[in-house]
């Protein structure tokens, strides 16, 4: 169990005793965060995105909270590269089927996040995912393959999701069955640069990323959302997690050149390496947005094998 530090306070999730910054927007809230008070924040340009998405209490696997999770100023970055499907099927659940942009071809991705404002405080974030076919649409069709693309609403499945803080790991591990863990995570993005790097467990490098930041374009808020469900087994159960981003600024290019991603000697990098990614095809990076978390609810999913529902 944590001690807490002098600028520290313990909280209780469930089960688990984690520390969180003293004074901190979780501390003084617990997730039930005044919008007028983060309003005056000068990292945050807007909170009416969040004025329109009221909270619900719920109970959950981390007792009783609110849902959704706000993250009021984030910064994300984001490297889509083909892949195998043979690879990708090998690290899937049987339920689940990959996303494919042709016959045999795939989709993978390495993800960096940056929460600077939230409602359980500042974390950094970082992600090896999959996409997938939406789990009861049957077999996707090229249409709606291009429909999903252009529209920013895909589905995915994360084999690894490394977090920089206890209350992050414990939510996203317990509460949402995420493969969370607390590490060495520095993610910097601005308008010039975007850089990351994590941690293994010997404090070596696990995967880093160093890139020229896209062009950036200004949305106003609510012109430019997109959402990603992820899907995640709590228990013995499936369950569906839909995260809603609220791109402020944002930019994208195609066959990026003068990326630099390193694999180095941890999950991450094992992880990504297990996929076999030929090349990344398109680097999107949000140096400006806010994110809206919903709890995970259960969901069915057919039984590729039986054929089903489980």
């Known amino acids: 169990m944590p001690s807490a530090q002098p600028d520290t306070v313990e909280v209780t999730l469930g089960s688990r005793t984690v520390t969180v910054p003293k004074g901190g927007l979780y501390d003084r809230y617990r997730m039930d965060t005044d919008l007028d008070e983060v309003a005056r924040d000068p990292r945050v340009s807007s909170v009416d995105f969040f004025r329109r998405l009221p909270k619900t209490p719920v109970d959950s ?4 909270t609110l849902t959704p999770n706000f993250y009021y100023r984030v910064s994300t970055a984001r490297l889509t590269m083909p892949a195998p499907s043979r690879a990708i099927r090998g690290r899937l659940p049987a339920e689940l089927a990959p996303l494919e942009i042709a016959p045999g ?10 929460y600077d404002v939230c409602d359980i405080d500042f974390y950094t974030e970082a992600a090896v995912g999959i996409a997938v076919q939406p789990a009861r649409h049957g077999r996707l069709g090229f249409v709606d393959l291009l429909a999903a693309l252009k529209n920013d609403s895909l589905d995915s499945y994360v084999l690894s999701l490394p977090v920089s803080t206890e209350i992050a790991q414990v939510r996203g591990h317990d509460g949402y069955g995420f493969p969370k863990w607390v ?24 995967l880093a990323l160093s890139a020229a930041t896209p062009s950036q374009r200004a949305y106003p808020s609510g012109a430019k959302v997109s ?8 228990g013995e159960s499936w369950h569906s997690t839909l ?10 290019v195609r066959l990026p050149r003068g ?30 947005g806010q ?3 919903h709890l995970p609810v259960p969901f ?6 039986a054929g089903n529902p489980s």
């Open 227 to 234: 959402t990603l469900t992820s899907y995640t087994r709590i």
């Open 105 to 114: 071809v795939g989709l993978v991705s390495a993800m960096f996040f940056r």
């Open 183 to 206: 590490t060495g995570l520095d993610v910097e993005i601005d308008a010039h640069r975007t850089s990351a790097r994590v941690a293994n467990d010997t404090g070596g490098t696990d």
């Open 243 to 252: 995260s809603q981003t609220n791109m402020l600024s944002a930019g994208s």
């Open 259 to 288: 990326l630099e991603l390193q694999l180095g000697q941890g999950r991450l990098s094992d992880d990504l390496r297990s996929l076999r990614p030929i090349r990344t095809i398109q680097f999107d990076v949000v140096t400006e």
């Open 61 to 64: 696997p981390i007792g009783p």
């Open 291 to 293: 994110i809206a978390l």
């Open 300 to 305: 069915s999913v057919p039984n590729r094998k």
